[in-house]
């Protein structure tokens, strides 16, 4: 059946589903404290929120009103962040004394209120930097430029001004060299076909003067390559390469903090955060520091200057390796420079580090596993152009990957950025949907994308951070939001025990990324194409981590078919469409293969090694070991498999890459899940063939282990219930689900084990989630299938379980087959009486109206820009046969825009805030006459579509604010006049379903 929602007192729901002996002793102390706080999350599982403070205009009245609102909503913390100023005055200056004296009382608030606090170490915004930054200390990028000339000639000739483009990213690439940067070097070579003869590249850096280049070129077609030192658009970022610029930046703001919060740095303020590496960068660059050439030079034997070239144009056979070696230097100058200074100086201070380490020049995988809490990003359905089941393998992934690699267990997340291009359209569902993915992706701790800290009470469009979703007080489903950080907390809290289980290793492209380019170096964790790998590994049951050079050369290590990196073990490694491969990378892969380990590569097959230090060597070695490793594809399905050692290897085309529709294949028929099938078994198996689907479009889950029990968070990502079976890999263990939304668990009566797999019926609502967790060594009295709704208990006599329908039903339990009949199930009651609506707030003159039929308010006029609460009430007779023992009743109102909370005969009864949601109403709904309220709350979007102005600063607000600063916004102004309006209100049929007991 679809989702029950009940919400009697939680704790008394939970406590009596598991107080039986199957699943609860009183020695299991382990046990009872996962069950209770499951119920009762710690505080430090709530979801916490960015809290943008607009030039930091705030009183500490603000303040403590808007941490009581985010309490009184289940927030558990607040990440303090300074933002560029919205109004014309009241603004306080940040790192300021005015600030600092807000910001101890935004600390002590939140500690009186058991919440914590974590400072954005960047500002105003997310970028680390200041107008205190040095000029010789600031954030740099190297960009090129160039001349042709004819030789043999006497050259005098002035610089070219004009940016040589990103071949990759021409449109966005900048035009032109300012006449204030800096000359690096430069570097003549002679081209044939564009393409630049390595041995003839020369260094005539002194033959410059003023801009201009006098040189005797000599025979043949030469380009005289300038590469110039440029200080970005936003000029006072810290450059992040700089060991003594990032100590002076890291020490100079940390001082500040530290002197201003003394003890509670590290208690209330819990983590010092930075953001993704947004450091400014024009698109034809690379950052650069000037110890960059020494570091190389140290790394890889030869100097760089006379290799530049390379990063911009073809230079024969090494452009590839030194584009590799420059991006090695400029990761583990990256590390060291930024990860390691910060982080040392969290640590020696007692406070956390936190940070989003996409975007940059390092390794995201290993800068994940650098930080005390790594954060991900990246929305399912962002834009409104992405699936909710997003199968993407995008930051999520990267972060979540270096945190299992290099053991840490809390993994963060910065949630909802642009659902949608217009902000104050998300629902709370949609909220929910984008989180499961996040889950499943491997988040524990949430962070709203947010809060933003506005003086004013309503709405002001022109005035805030735009890609933020308003979750805040001004949004009209605000006061619902506790549903959604309840359920988050549950999550997070389960999440966090044990540890995650994967079976799948994926090689990490980033090598051979960088042997691509080395320009732009934001783009690498997306510019690499993995085609179909995603949904073919998430949709069919695999659990999978990225894995990096790093963790493979030193932490690997091989034990029969698990390739063991750090505490995790795999049971397959994939090579996904990778040419270049660091060799000693390779070495490993062969000892695992030999030693008994599955690896699958995936359109090729490494053919080239990393670096120039002793290329042509490795060269031949990777291309001997990919040799003896893979058999070459044949065959119409392209598939090569070989026994090598004692492990297997595959070669298989058209995984990726599957650009021609008739190289794709269902589930059940694919080559690829074949292969993987032989040697793995999925940890959540589907059966698409007996479901009659060609593949699964929605199921999504996670897994963790612990000791003696395993967790699965299953969520169901689309517009569809299901009712099947499904297999996890966990035998010898008994099954119970628990419920996020509520709190409440109860064990499962209905499995059965196969061939190491436990099967359990999977039955979820559209877009519901749920738990599933087996505790090793149990054993209870249970069903291998049956025809009720759901089992509540079997013994050796009889099973006890729920139906909604009348006739015969069997039970198998054990091999036997148990009949009964079902007799007088009272069939559902479609609510038909007329509904009285009104709508009614402080901006919407109060419309009431009365109900035939139930429709949306967009389809009035005078109700479609109405955002707010509307309130239904109708009466109805409940026959008495409907009010029996042995009878329970759920209430399912159907489609709903978008929330709506249930008051029945006076008591509320719940909130439905998912489509497919139902309310047990057992107990309130009585024999004849019932009244029935309807609470329904839509969006915001709906009102601020029908503005035909923006509100001004409120006037009791002008003497402290003045006046906006940006009264005709642009992204604003699209938001006048928007459609399609999200249907709004209570939409049915309202129905109550009546569930008989029936004993078998």
């Not at 026994?643 to 085309?653: D, I, R």
């Not at 749920?770 to 509540?792: C, D």
């Amino acid at each position: 059946m679809r989702r029950v929602v009940s919400h009697r007192l939680v704790i008394f729901t939970f406590l009596l589903a598991i107080s039986g002996p199957a699943l609860v002793s009183a020695a299991d102390d382990a046990r009872q404290n996962i069950s209770e706080g499951f119920v009762n999350p710690p505080q430090d599982c709530r979801p916490q929120t960015r809290w943008w403070w607009l030039g930091n205009a705030v009183t500490k009245e603000d303040i403590s009103r808007q941490l009581r609102q985010m309490h009184a909503q289940g927030i558990g913390g607040a990440e303090q962040i300074t933002m560029a100023p919205e109004y014309e005055k009241g603004n306080v200056p940040y790192l300021s004394s005015g600030y600092f004296d807000l910001l101890k009382h935004a600390a002590a608030e939140a500690r009186r209120l058991d919440m914590t606090v974590s400072l954005n170490f960047g500002g105003p915004g997310w970028v680390w930097g200041g107008d205190w930054i040095p000029q010789e200390e600031r954030n740099q990028t190297l960009l090129s430029s160039s001349i042709i000339v004819q030789g043999p000639a006497r050259i005098d000739e002035a610089l070219s001004m004009e940016a040589t483009i990103n071949p990759r990213e021409p449109i966005r690439s900048f035009r032109e060299i300012k006449p204030g940067d800096r000359l690096v070097a430069v570097v003549a070579g002679k081209t044939k076909d564009g393409v630049l003869d390595p041995e003839s590249l020369q260094v005539v850096t002194d033959r410059v003067r003023t801009g201009r280049i006098t040189w005797d070129a000599p025979e043949g077609s030469w380009r005289i390559m300038a590469f110039w030192s440029a200080i970005p658009y936003n000029g006072n970022a810290v450059n992040h390469l700089d060991k003594k610029a990032m100590a002076h930046y890291v020490e100079y703001v940390g001082q500040k903090y530290s002197e201003a919060l003394g003890d509670s740095l590290g208690r209330t303020v819990e983590s010092l955060f930075g953001d993704s590496f947004e450091v400014p960068i024009y698109r034809n660059g690379f950052y650069w520091c000037d110890d960059l050439p020494a570091v190389f030079r140290a790394r890889t034997g030869y100097d760089l200057i006379p290799h530049l070239p390379a990063l911009w144009w073809e230079v024969g056979d090494l452009s590839p390796k030194v584009r590799y070696d420059v991006n090695d230097a400029l990761h583990r100058m990256g590390m060291e420079a930024f990860f390691d200074t910060f982080v040392s100086w969290c640590k020696a201070h007692g406070v956390e580090s936190r940070v989003q380490p996409y975007g940059f020049v390092t390794d995201n995988i290993e800068g994940a596993g650098a930080v005390d809490i790594p954060e991900m990003e990246v929305t399912a359905g962002e834009k409104d152009s992405v699936p909710w089941f997003d199968t993407r393998i995008s930051p999520r992934e990267y972060v979540a990957s270096g945190a299992h690699l290099y053991g840490r267990n809390i993994v963060s997340v910065e949630a909802y950025t642009y659902i949608h291009w217009q902000p104050y359209r998300a629902t709370l569902e949609e909220l929910k949907l984008a989180s499961d993915v996040f889950l499943r992706a491997g988040a524990n701790r949430f962070n709203n994308h947010g809060f933003i800290a506005s003086p004013e009470p309503d709405i002001a469009p022109t005035r805030g951070f735009y890609p933020a979703i308003h979750i805040s007080p001004d949004n009209v489903w605000w006061p619902y939001y506790h549903v959604l950080s309840d359920y988050l907390a549950r999550c997070c809290y389960l999440l966090r025990q044990g540890k995650f289980c994967a079976d799948v290793a994926v090689y990490s492209p980033l090598a051979n990324q960088w042997t691509i380019d080395a320009l732009n170096a934001r783009r690498w964790t997306r510019d690499f194409d993995w085609g179909d790998l995603g949904s073919l590994l998430i949709g069919n049951g695999y659990g999978f981590d990225l894995v990096n050079d790093d963790a493979l050369q030193r932490l690997s290590s091989v034990d029969g078919q698990s390739l063991k990196l750090g505490e995790m073990a795999y049971r397959a490694l994939i090579v996904p469409n990778i040419s270049a491969m660091p060799v000693e990378s390779l070495r490993r892969v062969e000892a695992y293969a030999a030693q008994g380990g599955v690896v699958i590569a995936l359109e090729r097959v490494p053919e080239t090694s990393c670096g120039m230090r002793n290329w042509q060597v490795d060269d031949r070695e990777v291309r001997d070991i990919s040799a003896r490793l893979f058999e070459a594809p044949v065959g119409r399905d392209g598939s090569g498999k070989r026994a090598y050692g004692h492990g297997t290897t595959y070669w298989l085309k058209t995984v990726i890459d599957r650009s021609d529709l008739l190289e794709r294949r269902p589930s059940a028929l694919d080559p690829f899940l074949k292969a993987l099938r032989n040697h793995v078994t999925p940890d959540m198996a589907l059966d698409c063939v007996r479901e009659g689907v060609r593949d699964n479009e929605g199921l999504s889950f996670i897994h963790r282990r612990q000791a003696q029990r395993d967790i699965y968070f299953v969520t169901n990502l689309q517009d569809r219930a299901v009712d099947q079976p499904a297999g996890f890999h966990v035998a010898g263990a008994a099954p119970s689900q628990w419920d996020p939304y509520s709190g409440a668990a109860h064990a499962l009566y209905e499995y059965q084990e196969r061939d190491g797999v436990t099967y359990v019926s999977l039955r979820l609502g559209p877009y519901e989630s749920t738990f599933f967790v087996f505790e090793k060594g149990e054993q209870r009295p249970h069903a291998v299938s049956s025809s009720l709704a759901w089992i509540e208990s079997v013994d050796d006599k009889t099973v006890t379980g729920w139906t909604d329908r009348e006739g015969g039903h069997a039970v198998n339990v054990g091999g036997a087959i148990r009949r009964a009949q079902a007799q007088q199930v009272p069939a559902p009651l479609r609510l038909s009486a007329p509904w009285r609506l009104v709508l009614e707030s402080p901006v919407f003159k109060r419309y009431e109206t009365q109900l035939d039929e139930l429709a949306s308010w967009t389809d009035l006029p005078e109700t479609k820009h109405f955002s707010g609460t509307g309130v239904y009430t109708t009466e109805f007779s409940l026959p008495e046969q409907y009010i029996q023992d042995g009878i329970r009743l759920y209430l399912d109102l159907g489609a709903v825009g978008n929330v709506a909370e249930v008051i029945l005969n006076g008591k509320p009864v719940g909130t439905v805030w998912i489509r497919g949601q139902r309310l047990d109403i057992s107990g309130h709904a009585r024999s004849g006459s019932n009244q029935i309220v309807v609470r329904v709350t839509n969006t915001l979007i709906n009102r601020v579509s029908g503005l035909t102005e923006f509100p001004p600063v409120p006037q009791d607000l002008q003497d402290r604010l003045g006046h906006g600063l940006n009264d005709t916004h642009s992204p604003a102004q699209e938001l006048l006049g928007f459609t399609p309006l999200p249907r709004s209100g209570l939409l049915g049929p309202v129905e109550i379903h009546p569930y008989k007991r029936l004993k078998i």
